[in-house]
């Protein structure tokens, strides 16, 4: 026999609407009341009844997120968060790695609230795609270039920010390692900020200062890095795009038998907790996970409740110093001597 929210009013000692509201987490119930009603709710093994709470509040309680890769560190770590965040509010998220046109017909007919598109370099249509039957859409991407509201977190003052750093610091042979491939939209703007946050320090830009690669897994990081550290003017600072390829280049650094930061220095994009347990902890630019994750919650709930939302929402990257970054050797021995 199923447990009923009646079950844990008659235990709890208070009121059938009372439950309701503590399990839906109302802030019109006490904290302490809440704590004693979850307790035995989970104590008696109450599961809900999705169906009938559907049917009350015209809901499905569940968000469609479209993905583009379960393989990469920093997004697995950004779609762990988010789906927390959205459990908070008593939502299931459910994840699609199909593609865009796909996903969203499999989203309709689970009858989802909202949904959550993430930017896929393969989803060459995403400026002509319309929004169906009323769904709310945010885009988490490259704001203008979808026709949702969208979520930027501000990727090319990320890496200026990285080159400020490395700049002050007084290195200015700064060699930046990230995917080229010419559809990828976040790796474009990443790359062209270097460019720029370059020459507007006024550092003479040299072909061998951008690493040639395509991919972004660690493996690539390896031997871009590999290949730089060969040169006869290897560079005092490399900035990297993502996780992954800084995982790579730490191996290559390695391998060399140099240090970090007292040989080179190393900034990497990507601004998750792994980052500090890595062999040497690595300064870091880029929106706090948890930042992306609670701000996505919030303007998605505000979607489904019919309310208005920009058609850009910005948000504000950091630079985090750590181990990893130092001034370069002659920097240091002149102001020494």
Known sequence: MSVTIKDIAKQAGVSYSTVSKALRNSPLVKEDTKKKILSIAKELGYQPNVAARSLVSKKSWTVGVMWPTVERVAPSTLITKINEEFEKHSYTTLVSIN?????????HRFQVDAILVFYDRDDINIESFTQPLNIPILYYGIAGSAPFPTIDVNRKKAIRLAVDHLTELGHKNIAYIGDLAERDLFQIEKVKSFIESIQLRGIELRP?????INGLESHDGYLAA???????QRPTAIISASYDLTRGILRAINEAGLNIPKDISIVSYD???????????????GVELTDISNKITEVLLQMIESKEVPAAIYLEPELVVRNSSAPPKNVVSSRRG
Do not use: G, H, S, Y
């Open 99 to 107: 593609k865009i046109d796909t996903a969203i017909e499999t989203f």
């Open 208 to 212: 061998d200062m951008i690493a040639q």
């Open 226 to 232: 590999r290949n730089m550290l060969q040169k006869k």
């Open 271 to 285: 601004n998750i907790p792994q980052m500090k347990n890595l062999v040497v902890p690595v300064t870091i630019v």
